[in-house]
């Protein structure tokens, strides 16, 4: 039975113990939730210039048309009086 440590394992424990607080804090999060990291990542993506400045024509499209129904029916009704 061995009872006498060797001196060069308290060295190596203390740097296992090191090693092992140092992997335990790589996983710690800087946001509390989810939507805390969601406005960061698009707030960053914005400042990249990502996401850019979009304007939607659909609605505009959508306006000329109705309007353009409506004129061609008033007309198409008006012609058969």
Do not use: N, W
Not at 1 to 26: I, N, Q, V, Y
Not at 38 to 65: D, K, M, N, V
């Amino acid at each position: 039975m061995m009872t006498s440590r060797d001196h060069s394992s308290h060295p190596a424990l203390l740097s296992l113990d090191a090693a092992a607080s140092a992997a335990r804090s790589g996983f710690a999060c800087m946001f509390s939730s989810s939507d805390e990291y969601e406005t960061a990542l698009i707030a960053q993506r914005r400042a990249q210039g990502r996401y850019g400045t979009q304007t939607s024509r659909g609605p505009l499209i959508a306006f000329i048309a109705t309007c353009t129904a409506i004129i061609a029916t008033v007309a198409v009704y008006f012609a058969k009086s």
